[in-house]
């Protein structure tokens, strides 16, 4: 899938908006550096999350990652296959969201980064 | 800052190995997926690069009378060609170190210990030995040298490890029993070749001199590639040992941890010389101990980390020691020290993750042990 729509956070959350409702994954770059993904801590639906702060946590056999909201918004789906399947992250981060939002304020996803701007923040953290 | 290098350094690099800091060495935390090395080892077999080990050759008139006085396990049944497994024990029943004593001759024998503690190992051992030298001229001969830097070491572990193994081997490896070695050569180069492992599986360790590190690690990448073999990163070593319920330092073991309490009483043996910290160890066995370890398993989703505190019925109650998603049974899994009176398997109790108490409970040690094996 290409990620030429997608907006980036600085903490490797990618965003996919269908109007005012937004995607919320973790980038091919977070999921490479986490390894396996063996469990991912879901929130609840209709809770509220906030740009900014933590929301969810992905855990790889070695460590636990906090996933930070990158738009704020009350949370109308969570994907439920990561529960059983959480490995479906590492095959394709992409298409394997892991929240659905209706976003509050849709002018927060200008403080995110597009794809070139994104890639280009990944190297320079190399 | 750059870390000390391994021999195979090199290698890893070349093969992409994902390096991290150990210890003060750069070390390879995985190749391609913790899972798949870890599965591989269990399944197939593995290959380990663990020259960060350290190794300390302590010698003369007296070392194993001298030694004896400073572990917890009994040496006098030791015999050349034959290793033990003891503790280091400090004078307050805790652990220095847990590590092997090879014994390569009646007065030689070589002690591989964990690579974060080398120095510290050394200078105890070091100080000790001055302490019973001036007290007793019989141990005045005895001397500790630091060889870490002579011996690159690689591990070759799992059911098909000793297929692999042998095809480079000039010895019959069926000889090499648990817990005894060889002075023989793999792939011409002299090697100490032991049938030991962190791992839970069957497998050997070979200790070679640095220059050999890497034709051996190729030569066993090569004879192993049609049976499976993969290259093994820290990451899986420490899922392969926590699974098999082998401590590992500063988790299961530390200055303040005392064997008893680790579940290492078998290696703790009071009808032999005094040794530091042998009166509290004896008065635990005796009565008892404030916390023990035990293995847990979560019943609800999650994964326990190390120090994630244990509760029962709303209170603290312990803490993890190691915890992780376990690949070969794909759970939560952790050892953790709660008081004795939690410790009975199926006693239920809560891991905090992340505030949020996950309903958990007492299982067996260790989590795994391999099903057969001839040795």
């Known amino acids: 899938m290409s990620t030429k729509s997608l907006k980036f956070s600085q903490e490797h959350e990618w965003v996919r908006t269908e ?108 | 800052m750059a870390g000390k290098r391994t021999p195979l350094f090199g290698e890893h690099q070349a093969m992409g190995a994902k390096m991290v800091d150990f210890g003060g060495w750069d070390m390879p935390v995985q190749y391609t997926s913790i899972i798949e090395e870890h599965l591989a080892t269990r399944e197939r077999a593995g290959l380990f690069d663990v020259s960060h080990m350290g190794e300390i050759l302590v010698k003369g008139r007296g070392s194993k009378e001298a030694l004896n006085r400073l572990v917890t396990n009994n040496l006098a049944a030791l015999e050349p060609g034959k290793i033990i497994y003891t503790l280091l024990p400090n004078d307050r029943g805790g652990v220095v170190d847990d590590l092997l004593i090879y014994m390569l001759g009646e007065e030689e024998f070589f002690l591989v210990v964990n690579a974060s503690n080398t120095d510290k190992d050394y200078a105890w051992l070091v100080r000790n030995l001055e302490g019973l030298a ?41 000889q090499i029993k648990f817990f005894r070695f060889q002075q023989t050569e793999v792939l011409n180069r002299p090697v100490i070749l032991s049938r030991t492992g962190y791992t839970g599986e069957d497998g050997f360790e070979i200790y070679c001199g640095p220059e050999a590190a890497v034709s051996l690690w190729q030569g066993l990448l090569a004879a192993g590639k049609e049976k499976g073999l993969l290259p093994v990163g820290l990451g899986a070593r420490d899922t392969l040992r926590f699974e098999a319920a082998l401590p590992l330092y500063g988790h299961e073991l530390s200055e303040e941890i005392t064997p008893v309490e680790a579940g290492l009483s078998f290696f703790v043996k009071l009808d032999k010389c005094d040794y530091p910290g042998k009166k509290i160890i004896k008065d ?20 326990p980390r190390e120090g994630y505190v244990i509760a ?28 004795p009176a939690l410790a009975a398997v199926d006693t239920e109790l809560d891991v905090i993750i992340r505030d949020k108490p996950v309903k958990a409970k007492v299982v067996k040690l260790p989590f795994y042990r391999k099903k057969t094996g001839k040795n």
């Open chain 2, 134 to 174: 001036a007290a007793e001229p019989s141990l005045a001969e005895v001397t500790a040298e630091n060889v870490s830097a002579q011996y690159g070491q690689i591990a070759i572990q799992g059911p098909a490890a000793q297929e692999v193994l042998q095809k480079l081997s000039a010895c019959d490896l069926d």
């Open chain 1, 19 to 126: 109007e005012v409702t937004a995607y919320i994954g973790i980038s091919d770059f977070a999921q490479q550096a986490l390894g396996d993904i063996v469990f991912v801590d879901l929130p609840k639906t209709g809770a509220k999350i906030s740009a900014g702060k933590v929301f969810a946590a992905v855990e790889s056999v070695k460590a636990v990652s906090d996933i930070f909201a990158p738009i704020s918004g009350k949370i109308i789906e969570v994907n439920e296959a990561l529960n059983d399947a959480p490995e479906l992250i590492n095959e394709d981060p992409y298409e394997n969201w892991i929240v659905m939002v209706e976003m509050e304020e849709p002018s927060e996803l200008l403080n995110l980064m597009d794809s070139e701007a994104y890639d280009e923040f990944c190297k320079e953290g190399e």
């Open chain 2, 312 to 339: 029962k019925d709303g209170q603290p109650a312990g803490h993890v020691a190691s915890g992780t998603h376990s690949p070969t049974f794909k759970k939560g899994l952790a050892t953790a020290f709660v008081p």
């Open chain 2, 284 to 303: 635990q066995i005796e009565k008892g101990t404030q916390r023990t370890l035990v293995g847990i398993e979560l019943v609800e989703r999650g994964i």
